[in-house]
């Protein structure tokens, strides 16, 4: 298989590119600028431009790009982020739909920041969009995957949770605290933090690459709910240090501002519903074992 991939040199792309070039398959990259090689793409979301022609040919594509959500949320933050994912999905998807010989499957990726603050309530691919900024955004993400859907090209949207991996994203940055046992509960710990190990997350990319009856949107997501009363203890527990040391809310707004009610005091309890109907065989149901397997990948 021949797959294209936006995003690729990202955490998640580059685990995902080495999954697919082990298993034999050949992957190319949607690139920016000079820095282009033997069969890659260039594109520039921001000026709006393409290759079509470098396009054809490929089986599947996979979107991962989009701006790091991490960091305080000025108005130029914001734009960076949602125009990062919307404007690029549309360049892309619009592309892919015009050019005369289409991927058979695209395979985008979405966040559970699309439900907001669930409070305690389960939220399934079901449930409806939430409040705030992320919720919006992530409803847009999605809905500019349109041209592909309505061009025939079988699109799947896997929701993910707080990836789990040493090597970025939310985990990395909690990792110092941690271990200097500094670590704690976020606010009152009691909202729910959904997450998935990336190695979980690849083998979802795969599967959704291969298996042609998945598509729409699905809960990227461990089975396994957790607060974040209990994902600190277990943290805790597998770094072998203490967590007595909480996270104040209102020091978290003053040095954060929304991004904290959005992304560390809002409660997601988001569910796998679609996955655990197809009999999803999970490979990091468990929060402390996929903890340990991925800190032990490092």
Same mark, same amino acid.
């Given at each position: ?14 685990? *995902?590119?080495?999954? +697919? ?36 040919? !490929?089986?599947?594509?996979? !979107? ?11 108005? =130029?933050?914001?734009?960076?982020? !949602?125009?990062?994912?919307? +404007? ?31 409070? %305690? ?7 409806? %969009? ?26 799947? !949207? ?15 940055? *909690? ?15 009691? %909202? ?26 699905? =809960?990227?997501?461990?089975?396994? %709910? ?25 020091? +978290? ?46």
């Amino acid at each position: 298989m021949k797959v294209l991939i936006s995003g690729a040199n990202g955490m998640i792309g580059s685990a *995902l590119t080495q999954a +697919l070039e082990a298993r034999g398959d050949t992957v190319h990259r949607l690139v920016r600028g000079a820095k282009a090689r033997g069969g890659d793409v260039r594109w520039s979301p921001l000026e709006g431009t393409i290759d079509d022609a470098a396009l054809v040919g !490929h089986d599947a594509v996979v !979107h991962l790009a989009g701006e790091p959500i991490a960091g305080r949320w000025t108005s =130029n933050k914001r734009s960076a982020i !949602h125009e990062s994912r919307v +404007l690029g999905t549309e360049l892309l998807t619009s592309a892919l739909a015009r050019i005369p010989t289409r991927p058979d499957v695209l395979v985008c990726a979405s966040a559970a920041g699309f439900y907001g603050d669930g409070k %305690q309530a389960e939220l399934t691919e079901e449930s409806p %969009q939430g409040r705030g900024f992320l919720a919006q955004v992530v409803k847009d993400w999605e809905a500019a995957a349109e041209p592909a859907l309505a061009a025939g090209i079988r699109t799947v !949207h896997l929701r993910a949770g707080m990836v789990l991996s040493p090597r970025g994203g939310a985990l990395q940055q *909690l990792m110092l605290p941690f271990r200097m046992g500094v670590g704690g509960r976020v606010g009152s710990g009691r %909202q729910y933090w959904a997450w998935i190990g990336l190695h979980e997350l690849v083998g979802l990319f795969l599967r959704a690459l291969d298996d042609s009856s998945m598509r729409g949107v699905y =809960n990227a997501v461990a089975p396994q %709910q957790t607060t974040n009363r209990e994902f600190t203890r277990t943290f805790g527990k597998v770094l072998g240090r203490p967590t007595f040391l909480p996270a104040p809310a209102a020091a +978290l707004r003053l040095a954060l501002g929304d991004l904290a009610d959005e992304m560390l005091l809002a409660s997601q309890r988001v569910v796998p519903q679609r996955l655990t109907a197809s009999h999803h065989d999970w490979q990091d149901a468990d929060l402390e074992a996929t903890l340990r397997r991925e800190i032990a990948a490092g």
